[in-house]
């Protein structure tokens, strides 16, 4: 059994990581940073404190930083200094610089360090690379991945909208879709990216369009919070067909409501939300693969047990902390930039 601390009580450690970790065997959430306010009475078996100190003072073998952009350098780099396992919210840090600090300083304590990228265990991803390593698509030219929301209202008081390093939607949104096409393509050889404002009086970038350039062939990453999310959240199109699938995975949305992964059938994707994939030969419906944001933490666990490799490295936290750097100053000198090819 693994002890494991959560830093930060905000929308990510309640929605999730908090509900995630207790459902996977093995792993056992004993204590949580929470400055503020009273602790969660659905929580009684677990410790509430008020500081990181407070927190690395009790017999922890992994910590989780689930708090404000800005801060997961520094508390990461807190816990791995004093001995323990992390993982990472998204985005890794806010700059590249900070990302490399924390691989060497995990390489040096011999310490697991991932980042938390459970939309790879999605259905609907989880799915679309199965009908690309099925082949049914043939070559691959176009790949589109969508996170739209129609969200015209501003929160002032949240920090992802204030200009801040790390704020905003590329740095909220954009971690995902670029781990995920780089799972599928690998890295692209350069980046076109337009991120932007859409919203009246908005401080942070809340729109991007974002072109990953392969050979004969393009990634375009889109999201927006003035868009109803009625596009396809992925479409793929091949020499041989095209697979289109809409709708959010629903593990968010029964996290949200209160459902944990341990319940039967708590995050059943309906039917008619289903895949169609398109050949010569017709339209076919695709069922959705079942899948579970707890399939990053028992891989997290069996890492530090030395039964499995890492799936989210730390090398690969690095090239997506390159992507979304790239990206921005691609948007910001109105070009393409060719992929680095030093390290």
Known sequence: MLNVGLVGFGFAGKVFHAPVIRAVGGLRLTAIVQRHGAPDP?????????????????????????????????????????????????????????????????????????????RRYTGDFVTTRKVLSDGVLGRVVSYEAHFDRFRPELRPGAWREQPLPGSGVWFDLGPHLFDQAVLLFGLPQA?????????????????????LHYPRMRAVL???????????????????????????DPQEAALKAGHTPDEPDWDVEPPEMHGRLTTPEGTRTIPTISSSFTHYYENVRDAILGKAQLAVTPAHAVDVM?????????????????????T
């Open 322 to 342: 390159r992507g979304l750097e790239l990206a921005a100053a691609s948007s910001q000198q109105r070009c393409v930039l060719p992929w680095p090819t030093s």
């Open 42 to 118: 659905r929580l009684a078996d677990v410790e509430f404190v008020r500081s990181v100190e407070d927190l690395l003072s009790r017999p922890l073998d992994l910590v989780v930083v689930a708090t404000p952009n800005t801060s997961h350098h520094p508390i990461a780099k807190q816990c791995l200094s004093a001995g323990r396992h992390v993982v990472v919210d998204k985005p890794f840090t806010t700059t590249l610089a900070e990302a490399r600090e924390l691989v060497e300083l995990a390489r040096e304590t011999r310490r697991v360090l991932s980042v938390y990228q459970e």
């Open 191 to 211: 980046i076109g990216a337009d991120i932007r404002i859409e919203r009246g009086g908005a401080q942070a970038d809340d729109a991007f369009d974002v072109t």
């Open 222 to 248: 889109r999201a927006s919070m003035l868009t109803a999310p009625t596009a396809p959240s992925f479409a793929v199109h091949g020499t041989k067909g095209s697979f289109i699938k809409h709708g959010l």
